[in-house]
């Protein structure tokens, strides 16, 4: 863990912090720093804050290790652009990273637009209709992004044909049988992936397309599902290209979630503004910067008025673009 506080001749203060991704996830981090920030502003004592639960046993497969029951095809490579065999030279691009706000009337625009035709086949991701439900403002919202990336994308001389798909981490705390302890200080994260879709499709059809296909690689991450995952890592020599494939350190063997594709997080639910050290409320929390073409993150408005704030970096040559189709017709 790292921590860095600079001040600023304003007045204004930033604390800075990083830690080990392996360890802990974005729930362990944010509990961390709340539960900082409320000593640090005299409300509540080390004794009286949420424990810390470090057994990791919770996360680790049964022995003797069980053959994997699924195809986990999310740490497969994903495309790459067409004409190219890998991704090494799309690595070496420039890019640029964005702060994008979305109003709480833009946020219900998009989800009113995604639910508008909503396409979901019941048998296609093996749900029954109890279960199926409008889509939520992270499927709108995440699917509305990965059309505009197409777009983006496809300005100039883009193929209708290319191959596209989108990387999310999934908290598996809730999902699995036994669930984790609220206050479990570690990582429970796992990668979920979409369909393998096209440009073409994602541009043309309504953001329920998108919404769905979404939907249908997140709600696979079921009990099973992620009991498998487990299971398959464990029987990995070397599972360390599944970290370096989040960075941007020259890792040319591990997959790699930039153009044509992208890794969507969502910190929407996160209590990222409880982080008061005694200052008062923080005027922004979030990510100083994105280390990766492809990766961006939907987070909570700096007020509580339903906003919402995008943060994603993409290759220079596509933000201007990405931010016109993002904000047309909202």
Known sequence: ML?????????????GFCNSHTLVDGVAAITF???????ARGEKTVESIVQP?????????????????FDHHEYNKPPPLLGNSDAKEE????CTCALLKLSKEQVEKLKKRANSSNTTDVNMVGLDEKQLRPYSRYESIAGHMWVCACKARSTGDGDASQSTMI???VDVRRRLGTP??????????LTAVTPKCQFGNLITQPLSYAAGKIREGTWKITDEYARSAMDF??????????????????????????????SLGSWMS??????????????????????????????????DDGSLIVAIRLQTKHMDDFKKFFYEGL
């Open 3 to 15: 921590v860095q506080v600079t001040r600023f001749r304003c007045g204004g203060v930033v604390v």
């Open 33 to 39: 720093i709340n539960s900082w920030a409320s000593i």
């Open 53 to 69: 639960f470090h057994d990791r046993r919770v996360l680790q497969p049964e022995k003797p290790f069980r053959p994997p029951r």
């Open 91 to 94: 690595r070496k691009k420039e």
């Open 167 to 169: 990387r999310v981490a």
């Open 180 to 189: 984790i302890p609220n206050n479990f200080t570690g990582n429970s994260t």
């Open 233 to 262: 890592l464990a029987g990995q020599e070397d599972i360390s290209w599944v970290r370096t494939s989040y960075h941007t350190v020259v890792q040319f063997d591990a997959p790699f979630w930039g153009n044509p594709n992208l």
């Open 270 to 303: 996160l209590p990222l503004y409880e982080a008061d050290f005694g200052w008062g409320r923080p005027c922004y929390v979030g990510p100083p910067t994105l280390n990766a073409d492809g990766k961006s993150f939907i987070m909570p408005g700096t007020t």
